[in-house]
């Protein structure tokens, strides 16, 4: 008997040399992994009481997980897809969009945040549906590519608390709207086509579009936007960059390659950091040889790529707590969520080509930029080479000449009266 379980003992020894468990001591940095259900994908935290809320898009299910207590709260089935979940940190509403086939329908479920509780179902069209909030004007925007919408809906009641009485109107911008971020400080609503790879900007008192502005190809959702800087971050996953935008401005300031086909982002870190998911396969594929496992590294002031980091398969939405010092990533093909400690000492693999890539993508937009000012400069100077040179003929034109004719050739002698 004691001999069986000394070889026992020596057989399982030999197989945890043979396959060693990956990880790291401490659980650093990977200091957690959530299994709640198929494909997770996009992701919301409330700043306040820190619960993550995870949609999963081959189930509809959406799940509260409390990352303090290690527990879920509770999980609802919301129709056969959910596309995306936000939340409103001071309410705790969260806002999900789900698509049910048997009913061929789509819904924006406004639950609580506490409970998983239906509040409100309101209809809105067909498509991988983004949502923005404004919680200013205490507006919800739906994106609906299939419909070429945005739904816009306006909660006369209820954004904070009791029944929830809402208004709806259309917004149409582009062929196929997905994208969706707001800013409320400036009042300005942004929305990404996927057909025409543009960004349009757009006023949110009149629904007017200001501006547009081109980006790389595949923006995606879920747009991430700063309204203490007013950057505006986009996800491009067939470009394979990540685009910033300055929204004072309304100019790009930044296009940084990540690759392969990133997906999700997290900006709001308490290092400062960018978190780049990088998904691996191009949006819309169904096959998972190409999927990839990690998660890019982007410093937030200078928008240099510090390294990428191994977290599993099929990254797709980011999401992060600064309070918490924690970084979501949903595994899509894992299925799985995997939390992340947001430190500046997380052990990033260096891409030199990256590197090389990101130092020539800004040279390229430096000298686009030095070319526009040359030639507006030019432009400048031969206008007023023109006017200079077209200056004196007009005052000659303006001034009156004296003719030969008009004066007399004697002086007229005038005596005084006497």
Same mark, same amino acid.
Request: charged content about 20%.
């Given at each position: 008997?004691?001999?069986?379980?000394?070889?026992?003992?020596?057989?399982?020894?030999?197989?945890?040399?043979?396959?060693?468990?990956? +990880?790291?001591?401490?659980?650093?940095?990977?200091? +957690?992994?959530?299994?709640?259900?198929? @494909?997770?994908?996009?992701?919301?935290?409330?700043?306040?009481?820190?619960?993550?809320?995870?949609?999963?898009?081959?189930?509809?299910?959406?799940?509260?997980?409390?990352?303090?207590?290690? $527990?879920?709260?509770?999980?609802?089935?919301?129709?056969?897809?959910?596309?995306?979940?936000?939340?409103?940190?001071?309410?705790?509403?969260?806002?999900?969009?789900?698509?049910?086939?048997?009913?061929?329908?789509?819904?924006?479920?406004?639950?609580?945040?506490?409970?998983?509780? %239906?509040?409100?179902?309101?209809?809105?069209?067909?498509?991988? $549906?983004?949502?923005?909030?404004?919680?200013?004007?205490?507006?919800?925007?739906?994106?609906?590519?299939?419909?070429? *919408?945005?739904?816009?809906?306006?909660?006369?009641?209820?954004?904070?608390?009791?029944?929830?009485?809402?208004?709806?109107?259309?917004?149409?911008?582009?062929?196929?709207?997905?994208?969706?971020?707001? $800013?409320?400080?400036?009042?300005?609503?942004?929305?990404?086509?996927?057909?025409?790879?543009?960004?349009?900007?757009?006023?949110?008192?009149?629904?007017?579009?200001?501006?547009?502005?081109?980006?790389?190809?595949?923006?995606?959702?879920?747009?991430?936007?700063?309204?203490?800087? +007013?950057? !505006?971050? %986009?996800?491009?996953?067939?470009?394979?960059?990540?685009? *910033?935008?300055?929204?004072?401005? $309304?100019?790009? %300031?930044?296009?940084?390659?990540?690759?392969?086909?990133?997906?999700?982002?997290?900006?709001?870190? /308490?290092?400062? @950091?960018?978190?780049? /998911?990088?998904?691996?396969?191009?949006?819309?594929?169904?096959?998972?040889?190409?999927?990839?496992?990690?998660?890019?590294?982007?410093?937030?002031?200078?928008?240099?790529?510090?390294?990428?980091?191994?977290?599993?398969?099929?990254?797709?939405?980011?999401?992060?707590?600064?309070?918490?010092?924690?970084?979501?990533?949903?595994?899509?093909?894992?299925?799985?969520?995997?939390?992340?400690?947001?430190? %500046?000492?997380?052990?990033?693999?260096?891409?030199?080509?990256?590197?090389?890539?990101?130092?020539?993508?800004?040279?390229?937009?430096?000298?686009?930029?030095?070319?526009?000012?040359?030639? !507006?400069?030019?432009?400048?100077?031969?206008?007023?080479?023109?006017?200079?040179?077209?200056?004196? @003929?007009?005052? /000659?034109?303006?001034?009156?000449?004296?003719?030969?004719?008009?004066?007399?050739?004697?002086?007229?002698?005038?005596?005084?009266?006497?």
């Amino acid at each position: 008997m004691v001999r069986r379980t000394w070889y026992l003992f020596f057989l399982l020894l030999l197989i945890v040399m043979m396959f060693p468990v990956p +990880g790291y001591a401490d659980g650093f940095p990977i200091v +957690g992994t959530l299994h709640s259900g198929k @494909r997770p994908e996009a992701m919301a935290v409330d700043t306040q009481t820190h619960l993550l809320y995870i949609a999963h898009e081959a189930s509809g299910v959406v799940v509260a997980f409390d990352p303090v207590r290690g $527990n879920m709260r509770w999980r609802n089935t919301l129709g056969d897809v959910a596309t995306d979940v936000q939340v409103d940190s001071v309410s705790h509403h969260v806002y999900v969009t789900a698509t049910s086939y048997g009913s061929k329908k789509s819904d924006l479920f406004i639950l609580d945040g506490a409970t998983g509780g %239906i509040l409100s179902t309101l209809p809105t069209g067909p498509g991988d $549906n983004g949502i923005a909030l404004d919680r200013k004007r205490h507006q919800a925007f739906v994106s609906s590519g299939d419909d070429g *919408v945005v739904y816009v809906f306006t909660l006369q009641s209820g954004w904070q608390s009791g029944p929830i009485r809402a208004t709806t109107s259309q917004l149409h911008i582009g062929p196929h709207p997905q994208g969706l971020g707001v $800013n409320s400080r400036l009042g300005r609503l942004y929305v990404t086509d996927t057909a025409e790879h543009k960004l349009f900007i757009v006023d949110e008192q009149s629904l007017h579009t200001l501006t547009t502005l081109p980006l790389a190809n595949a923006p995606l959702h879920p747009l991430r936007v700063d309204e203490t800087t +007013g950057r !505006v971050y %986009i996800v491009c996953s067939s470009g394979q960059e990540l685009d *910033v935008v300055d929204g004072n401005k $309304n100019q790009m %300031i930044a296009r940084v390659p990540v690759k392969p086909h990133p997906e999700g982002i997290a900006f709001n870190t /308490a290092t400062g @950091r960018i978190y780049v /998911a990088d998904e691996g396969s191009n949006e819309g594929s169904q096959s998972e040889r190409d999927s990839g496992t990690t998660i890019t590294v982007i410093d937030g002031k200078t928008f240099d790529v510090l390294g990428t980091m191994q977290v599993g398969k099929a990254p797709d939405g980011v999401e992060s707590d600064p309070a918490l010092r924690r970084v979501y990533v949903a595994l899509e093909d894992s299925d799985a969520v995997v939390e992340v400690s947001d430190s %500046i000492d997380l052990p990033l693999k260096v891409d030199t080509t990256l590197r090389q890539a990101v130092a020539a993508r800004r040279a390229v937009f430096l000298l686009q930029q030095a070319a526009i000012i040359t030639l !507006v400069v030019m432009l400048l100077t031969v206008v007023w080479a023109t006017l200079s040179a077209l200056s004196p @003929r007009w005052r /000659a034109r303006e001034s009156p000449r004296i003719q030969q004719g008009d004066v007399s050739s004697r002086s007229e002698i005038h005596s005084l009266p006497r």
